[in-house]
């Protein structure tokens, strides 16, 4: 039996070979940036009722969902999700199925995540017998920075139907095509990022005497700041502070009235977030007060970390050794980019991982928001196969 039940998720995924590369191609040549995803969702709304799911649209202005409805079930659903935005990113010339908007390009491949998404939910149509929970497709806008995941889950986009586990699934360049990575645990970072203004008084550079000097002040502040992953944060944690922008002065002779800087920082656990934001405060107030000046300081709150619950990582890792095999399958390290898919884990137990889609060969490898970024398109059944495992695993008859 367990036999026939593989091949038939396989069978069904690989049946979806030529639409999915369809699918994704029309979406790459019309991207859409966050929340302006108005075409992609139009596409994928009217999939989503060509399958005769319960639609609901309108969630974080372009979002959408698709439910699928197993007869008697009254188990907590499984969320999958894809992201549908692109990048204002000039695409390089020369390919047929390049972007036609000036300046917009699928340069994370979205594009594909909404294409496996669709085929997910067609598979699963034609197997809904084997489901015993609902599926939730949830097609997400504004991924890229503005923050659509975290839209979504407020506008309760966990709710419409109860959802018990949410799962969601990244192609990825730097990866051979057709390899799985999962982590239990922390898995991508949280982001959040400062701005500060040194508030000193202006003068002749001869007479420093009479001025407050906020460029020394700053320079003590840039330097101030390193000791924060150095000293105060637990070895055995990972922490990025980095100081991005530094501007002041106009002339030799001038001494500014104020300098100005930003940064980044980046964690995985909450309580060195924390740590991170208080501690930039702190430093930056007391340092430039040290040197006679004022700070001013914003943080601005970026994505939490994704952080992969034990249980769910191991059932995506089941679900991707039987869709690439076991060899093709491995943990990573984590990894300091970032992803809003982590409002959703905040809420619910669930797992995102990625599917590599880089291949040496034909010449795809450029990192993803790249103009030349691009992904093997055979992986794409094989994403198809792996979010509907996902959705089957718990009625996996093995
Ligand atoms: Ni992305």
Redesign the pocket.
Known sequence: MAADFDTRVRGLADDRREALVRWRRDLHRHPELGFEEHRTAAIVESHLRELDLEVHTGIAGTGLIGVLRPAGSDEPAVLLRA?MDALPIQEVSGRDYGSTIEGRMHA???DG?TAMLLGAAEVLCEMRDALSRPVVFCFQPA??GLGGGRRMVEEGVLDIVPVGAVYGL?LWSLEPAGRILVRPGAFMAAVDSFQARIVGRGGHGALPHESRDPIVAAAQCVTALQTIVSRTIDPVQPAVVTVGELHAGTATNIIPDDARMTGTLRSFDDRVRQTLRTRVRELLEATAAGAGCRAEVTIHEGYPAVINSTEAARIAREAATMTVGEDSVSEPPPIAAS?DFSYFLRERPGAFLFLGAGNEELGITAP?HSPEFDIDESVLPRGSEMLARLALHAECPR
Do not use: T
């Open positions: 992201d994370c491949g979205h995540h991924e890229e990244h992803e993803h």
